[in-house]
């Protein structure tokens, strides 16, 4: 009974200071508050890619796994050269639909940034409006468009500029490029747009004053201060469009398959979970080595030039 | 705009046709599906044939498209609004409070707008054989909610910036507590955020594809349900006429979300 009085005062001191401590501290306040959407975040990503990659380690005996850790997979991946290919593939027509989106969209954000000057907000929503509609059915359109009995063969067939259907068109690596670069394009917009829209205009008035055309202008004051807004574009569009498979698999026929055409057949009809691990690993690892030796040379190139 | 910089905001006509063509060329496409489905012919090809309204008809009387339909909205409405539940308290939290780290955990929570989503997918669909959990709409729901935070939070992280804190300092001092504080003040000054995420969030769970093919079991979702459409070229007219009914509500879903994501903002604004 004494013990007990005797315990309690420190205990509830213990826990005022502890109530204290948790109003006072704001980083304390803040991170409970966001503990369940950080908590959900991390956990529903990390854990599954933590399996993953542990499931790399594993091989395929018919449906079983078997459990003890080896680097067969990973010995595959680098020895048959038909996983190089499809990954080389990947890249390039993701960097080649990265560069193209990029290129268009640049223009395109400079005129909302500099020339609208009234009702941007509609301009912007415009601009973004296709890429909030289903990916499926937008690739499904290129599909119709491009087709061999397609929109383009027809309409040309029809005003009789051509005999024969175009065959390259449809199911080729340009296909590809075509209809990502058309699916990507807000992704470059908006963040060009912002560094763009961040530029202080007094500075432009600046050059023009002291003797710069429109020109010179343009490439001493405003496109390296919109790099960062070109850098997060391109880092925005290539890391998702190397992993896309709807793309490939709809329209770009045998000779544009991406690696993750392969990765998924491993998950489905292959059915060899390890090995697609294996390689969904290592096209992370990869491009996520290729983004941050861009990061780097972006980083080198922006400071020598601001 | 001052009328003073117009030297260098003279207009300029190429700009502005190149604008317009780049307009064009991100809505044709997309057009030739409502374009289409009003062809009187199972081939997409011109010239067209006449107009028919038979592939809406035809829409209509589909049994499994409906039950597809019924199941992307279930899971669209459960994961828009346990995405923006937690988008609130994490952009409550990211604007409101200074926290050590606040770049990473905002870089952590947007993660899934880059890595590629074949990667989440089959990594969420080992994680699901393994734990023993059979593929569902559930498994789908997971996903989608996973997908859809990173949307909740840049939408409502600008609607929080967006006013002014001293507002809820105020009520504070005049004696409301944390919780009403919240009720009274803060939610009804960033409610247009929250229907705007809500909106957005539903838009991408409804229209997306890589997640739910990974993670979706015997029940499809629309877009599930139309890949297996895709198949069979006699079937794409009434593929065509659903396309064009959902693009038309996915563009004013859309359009009102975006909308009331920058409604009267500046009404709380620091500024005024």
């Known amino acids: ?306 | 705009m001052n009328k003073d910089v117009s030297y260098i905001q003279r207009r300029n006509r190429p700009l502005h046709i190149y604008a317009l063509v780049f307009l064009g060329y991100l809505y044709i496409p997309v057009l030739f599906l409502p374009l289409f489905s009003f062809n009187d012919s199972i081939y997409i090809a011109f010239p067209m044939k006449g107009l028919t309204l038979q592939w809406y008809q035809s829409m209509f009387e589909n049994e499994p498209m409906f039950a597809a339909l019924m199941n992307s909205v279930r899971v669209g409405m459960v994961s828009s609004t346990l995405a923006t539940i937690l988008g609130v308290l994490g952009a409550k939290a990211v604007t409101r409070y200074r926290i050590p780290g606040q770049k990473s955990v905002v870089f952590v929570i947007m993660l899934p707008l880059v890595i590629p989503g074949i990667i989440l997918g089959v990594a969420l669909l080992i994680l699901m054989s393994r734990l023993g959990v059979t593929l569902s709409l559930y498994t789908v729901t997971m996903g989608h909610i996973l997908l859809c935070v990173p949307f909740a939070m840049a939408t409502l992280i600008s609607r929080f910036e967006g006013f002014d804190k001293s507002m809820e300092e105020a009520s504070a001092d005049l004696g409301e507590n944390a919780w009403w504080t919240f009720l009274r003040v803060t939610l009804p000054m960033v409610f247009p955020g929250v229907v705007a995420s809500l909106l957005l969030c539903f838009t991408v769970s409804f229209d997306e594809f890589i997640l739910a093919f990974f993670l979706a079991g015997t029940d499809p979702t629309l877009p599930i349900f139309i890949w297996g459409q895709l198949r069979f070229p006699d079937r794409l007219p009434s593929v065509l006429a659903l396309g064009a009914c959902i693009l038309v509500v996915s563009f004013a879903v859309v359009f009102l979300s975006q909308w009331l994501a920058r409604y009267d903002t500046d009404k709380y604004s620091p500024d005024k």
């Not at chain 1, 459990?67 to 290919?85: C, H, M, Q, W």
């Not at chain 1, 009234?118 to 491009?146: D, E, G, N, Q």
């Not at chain 1, 058309?182 to 007094?202: N, Q, T």
């Open chain 1, 1 to 306: 009974m004494t013990a007990e009085t005797g315990g309690a005062p420190p205990v509830r001191r213990w826990r005022a200071r502890l109530r204290a401590m948790f109003l006072r501290s704001e980083a304390i306040r803040g991170y409970t508050l966001l503990s369940p959407t950080l908590l959900v975040m991390a956990f529903s990503m990390g854990v599954p890619l933590a399996i993953m990659v542990v499931m790399s380690f594993w091989t395929q005996h018919g449906f079983e796994f078997d459990t003890t850790l080896s680097f067969t997979n990973y010995g595959d991946a680098v020895d048959r050269p038909i996983y190089e290919k499809l990954l080389l593939r990947s890249l390039w027509i993701s960097g080649a639909c990265t560069a193209a989106t990029v290129l268009l969209s640049y223009p395109m954000a400079y005129y909302v940034a500099f020339h609208v000057h009234r009702r941007k907000m509609i301009w912007i929503i415009l601009m973004t409006l296709p890429f909030w509609t289903s990916y499926l059915l937008r690739v499904f359109t290129w599909k119709i468009i491009l087709g061999f009995n397609g929109v383009i063969n027809s309409g040309l067939k029809g005003l009789g500029l051509i005999d024969q259907p175009l065959e390259f068109l449809l199911y080729s690596p340009s296909a590809v490029v075509i209809t990502l670069t058309h699916a990507w394009a807000a992704f470059a917009i908006l963040p060009i747009y912002v560094s763009l829209e961040k530029i202080d205009r007094s500075l432009l008035e600046a050059a023009t004053d002291l003797g710069d055309g429109p020109v010179a202008r343009f490439l001493r004051v405003t496109l390296p201060l919109s790099l960062p807004g070109v850098i997060a574009a391109t880092v925005l569009i290539f890391v998702p469009t190397v992993g896309d498979y709807v793309t490939p698999a709809l329209v770009g026929g045998p000779d544009g398959m991406m690696l993750a055409n392969l990765i998924q057949a491993y998950f489905g009809k292959i059915n060899n979970w390890p090995m697609g691990s294996a390689l969904a690993i290592t096209m992370m690892i990869v491009v996520g080595l290729i983004s941050l030796i861009y990061f780097w040379l972006a980083r080198k190139v922006t400071e020598r030039t601001i």
